[in-house]
Nanobody, 116 residues
Framework: VQLVESGGGLVQPGGSLRLSCAASGFTFSSYPMSWYRQAPGKEREWVAEIGRSIGLTNYAASVKGRFTIARDNAKNTVYLQMNILKPEDTGVYYC??????????WGQGTQVTVSS
């Protein structure tokens, strides 16, 4: 299993970023996919999840209405569109499949820094 996150960077408050996670080594379309984040000195927290097929999504209260999760099963990729970013969104963002053996893997993450 490989999970490769990308798209992070430095952005000003109110800005946007689009994260991508390219997955391999398992049947991507068979698993719900989630995004997590970890801020400095804090526990890793769940951010959003998308079901196996397009349409079923769920979000943490802190990002609902600002973030959108999507997936492309043909490309084995899950995305996180992040709008109206706040300094408290700063952290390392990770993707992970939910359930079964693939859920034991983590990628290297991508750093998001929201600062003026």
């Amino acid at each position: 299993v490989q999970l490769v996150e990308s798209g992070g960077g430095l952005v000003q408050p109110g800005g946007s970023l689009r994260l991508s996670c390219a997955a391999s080594g398992f049947t991507f379309s068979s698993y719900p996919m989630s995004w997590y984040r970890q801020a400095p000195g804090k526990e890793r927290e769940w951010v959003a999840e998308i079901g196996r097929s397009i349409g079923l999504t769920n979000y943490a209260a802190s990002v609902k209405g600002r973030f959108t999760i999507a997936r492309d099963n043909a490309k084995n990729t899950v995305y996180l569109q992040m709008n109206i970013l706040k300094p408290e969104d700063t952290g390392v963002y990770y993707c992970r499949p939910r359930g079964g053996a693939p859920s034991t893997y983590w990628g290297q993450g991508t750093q998001v820094t929201v600062s003026s």
